[in-house]
Antibody, heavy 115, light 112 residues
Framework: QVQLKESGPGLVQPSETLSLTCTVS????????VSWVRQPSGKGPEWMGR???????AYNSALKSRLSISRDTSKNQVFLKMNSLQTDDTGTYYC?????????WGQGVMVTVSS | DVVLTQTPVAQPVTLGDQASISCRSS???????????LEWYLQKPGQSPQLLIY???NRFSGVPDRFIGSGSGSDFTLKISRVEPEDLGVYYC?????????FGAGTKLELK
């Protein structure tokens, strides 16, 4: 069955770089796109960016200068890197399988930006 | 960026009632390929959002037929007939027609 699992540090220092990994199973990264979505506690979700099935990327313009998404198809993994983190980057980060729009979601990983 | 405006912010309901949520877009969501990528998600407390409806009116796998999506262009509605306890939570509309993709602010379906 389709599964996605996010992993990465739960605590990041302000101004540091966040690195997250999404490990997928049950589908191929060359057939489906994967997005990253984040959600501050008590607020709505925000689409961050997408790794298209063909290897192209798309980013939310509000985050584009700080964000990079890449993948390793041999390991069934998609990576997120975001630099210059601030406290308002705190929240839950999800990876999703996309079929036009997110259909399957990972459980999410909570990231706190704090010194 | 496309702004999705959801109303109401909260919808108090009695179990067994019908509920209706509106999502209006700041621009047309018709893609150049003819599809309209307007989706509806439900997020229950402590859980990831789950897809209910894709491309305006298509129910995702396993979604009960009491969930009905409709609309076109920039005006969309999600109706839930005969609300059940497992339907309570926050509903979000989402558009994937334009980059960046965007979510509505959410509508909380709660008991009266």
């Amino acid at each position: 069955q389709v599964q996605l699992k996010e992993s990465g540090p739960g605590l990041v220092q302000p101004s540091e770089t966040l690195s997250l990994t999404c490990t997928v199973s049950g589908f191929s990264l060359t057939s489906y796109s994967v997005s990253w979505v984040r959600q501050p506690s008590g607020k709505g979700p925000e689409w961050m960016g997408r790794m298209w099935y063909d290897g192209d990327t798309a980013y939310n313009s509000a985050l584009k200068s700080r964000l990079s998404i890449s993948r390793d198809t041999s390991k069934n993994q998609v990576f997120l890197k975001m630099n210059s983190l601030q406290t308002d980057d705190t929240g839950t980060y999800y990876c999703t399988r996309d079929r036009g729009a997110p259909d399957y979601w990972g459980q999410g990983v909570m990231v706190t930006v704090s010194s | 960026d496309v702004v999705l405006t959801q109303t109401p912010v909260a919808q108090p309901v009695t179990l067994g009632d019908q509920a209706s949520i509106s999502c209006r877009s700041s621009q047309s969501l018709v893609h150049s390929n003819g599809n309209t990528y307007l989706e509806w998600y439900l997020q229950k407390p402590g859980q990831s959002p789950q897809l209910l409806i894709y491309k305006v009116s298509n129910r995702f796998s396993g979604v009960p037929d009491r969930f009905i999506g409709s609309g076109s262009g920039s005006d969309f509605t999600l109706k839930i007939s005969r609300v059940e306890p497992e339907d309570l939570g926050v509903y979000y509309c989402f558009q994937a027609t334009h980059d960046p993709n965007t979510f509505g602010a959410g509508t909380k379906l709660e008991l009266k």
